[in-house]
């Protein structure tokens, strides 16, 4: 699976938005981007995925690189509840048997 | 999203016991369920794929006569870890796939202390 590049850690201000970058430059083009996020003790939250459209929830939105090696998630009104660990990854669809492999994520802390 | 429960949220218990812990689907059903643990400060790391009514894939390094997994149903798959050490406290989490998406959903984890 390729592996993906993420900044350690990030700061926002409460109600700005929130922009993590993730470099994937040997993603493959079976492969997905997926986001999933981790508060403190507790499970990873799903938050979007693309294969290499642009995605919109009611989370987040997903910008996928027109070359696939790169994107950017938005959560465009960041709350103080958006503090975690955003993962970037990578991978085959897991319901083919692929688990999705964790990186070290990029730890974002929002501020009042 | 589809939800995936674990039980127990957390345990405590004397070295050389063994502890099981439960993992459910709870709105769909799942031929196929991860295990994973995290170090304090740590990401995840997967141990092994539990396969419906076959044997769990197991990653390199983790021990599969330590870490006993049964995926009897489609909705529930156990980690039984046996004699357990100090060296085994951490948190378990498990992770399912509905066939119908192209992602998976994750358990709130179980938080395992050996004393």
């Known amino acids: 699976d390729a592996k993906t590049t993420q900044p350690t850690s990030m700061d926002c201000a409460e109600g700005r938005a929130a922009n993590l970058p993730c470099n994937h430059s040997?993603?493959?083009?079976?492969?997905?981007v997926y986001w999933y996020r981790q508060i403190h003790s507790q499970g990873p939250q799903y938050i979007i995925h693309?294969?290499?459209n642009n995605e919109t929830n009611e989370m987040a939105s997903l910008i996928i690189t027109e070359d696939r090696k790169s994107s950017t998630l938005i959560l465009p009104h960041a709350t103080l509840r958006d503090t975690a660990v955003y993962y970037c990854i990578v991978n085959r669809p897991p319901n083919s048997g692929y688990a999705l492999n964790f990186g070290k994520g990029t730890s974002l802390l929002v501020t009042p | 999203g589809a939800v995936v429960s674990q039980h127990p949220s957390w345990v405590i218990c004397k070295s050389g016991t063994s502890v099981k812990i439960e993992c459910r689907s709870l709105?769909?059903?799942?031929?196929?369920m991860f295990w994973y643990r995290q170090f304090p400060k740590q990401s995840l790391m997967l141990m092994a794929t539990s396969n419906e009514g076959s044997k769990a894939t197991y990653e390199q390094g983790v021990e599969k006569d330590k870490f006993l997994i049964n995926h009897a149903s489609l909705t529930l798959s156990t980690l039984t870890v046996t004699s357990a050490h100090p060296e085994d406290s951490s948190f378990y989490i498990c992770s399912a796939p509905p066939t119908s998406t192209d992602t998976q959903y994750f358990g709130p984890g179980t938080r395992l202390t050996v004393l």
């Open positions: 693309g294969l290499k």
């Open positions: 709105d769909f059903q799942a031929t196929t």
């Open positions: 040997t993603i493959s083009g079976n492969e997905y």
